[in-house]
């Protein structure tokens, strides 16, 4: 059963996320914690996935993400927030999170959410439907590397940037490419519009 943290300042929030999750029996919030308290709450119980608010009184939500990953990389975070998505998302996804989800979205969504990034997958929302895309989980490199060719980088301008070697660029656009299931560095700009990575 997937361990859950739910990070949010107001209790009402977090007691209805951990009813809906428990009720389903696929997930036991093993914690929850306002912003003051998150870090320290995710350290006691090391859970499988952090479900976080952004709009944090006393921390900075986006920061949090990246904090969360340094207690332990396998932490998922999923995003719930009222924040404007078209803002944010880019952001959460380069601090380390998993998904982003909406607080106007239904417990159905939310709970399809949590299962999809459960399952290894990225899930923010996408295209002009809204709908939550599901995309395979690439590394903190691969997305560096997919952001640079996103920005329109060359192999040589991206390898200076990290520190790597051009041929070692051209194996992470190999690999993007099949991991992606696309064909072109075109096709790699593109998803990385699609899914608020550019």
């Known amino acids: 059963m997937c361990t859950v943290v739910v990070i949010d300042d107001h209790p009402p929030i977090r007691m209805a996320l951990r009813t809906y999750l428990e009720q389903?029996?696929?997930?036991?919030?093993?914690?929850?914690?306002?912003?003051?308290?998150?870090?320290?709450?995710?350290?006691?119980?090391?859970?499988?996935?952090?479900?976080?608010?952004?709009?944090?009184?006393?921390?900075?939500?986006?920061?949090?993400?990246?904090?969360?990953?340094?207690?332990?990389?396998?932490?998922?975070?999923?995003?719930?927030?009222?924040?404007?998505?078209?803002?944010?998302?880019?952001?959460?996804?380069?601090?380390?999170?998993?998904?982003?989800?909406?607080?106007?979205?239904?417990?159905?969504?939310?709970?399809?959410?949590?299962?999809?990034?459960?399952?290894g997958y990225r899930c923010f929302p996408g295209g002009d439907s809204g709908n939550t895309r599901a995309v395979p989980v690439l590394s903190r490199r691969e997305l560096a590397v997919l952001r640079f060719i996103a920005q329109g980088g060359r192999n040589k301008d991206i390898a200076q940037s990290l520190f790597i070697s051009p041929k070692t660029v051209s194996t992470y656009k190999m690999r993007l490419l099949t991991k992606l299931n696309l064909k072109t560095t075109l096709d790699l700009v593109e998803y990385a519009r699609m899914n608020g990575l550019a």
Do not use: W
Not at 52 to 80: H, T
């Open 24 to 119: 389903e029996g696929r997930c036991k919030v093993v914690g929850e914690a306002s912003g003051a308290e998150a870090l320290s709450c995710v350290r006691m119980h090391t859970p499988d996935l952090v479900i976080l608010d952004l709009a944090l009184s006393s921390s900075d939500g986006l920061g949090l993400i990246r904090q969360i990953s340094l207690v332990d990389q396998k932490i998922k975070i999923l995003v719930l927030s009222a924040r404007e998505e078209r803002i944010y998302i880019t952001r959460a996804a380069e601090q380390g999170a998993c998904g982003y989800v909406s607080k106007s979205s239904s417990m159905q969504e939310i709970l399809y959410a949590v299962q999809l990034v459960r399952a």
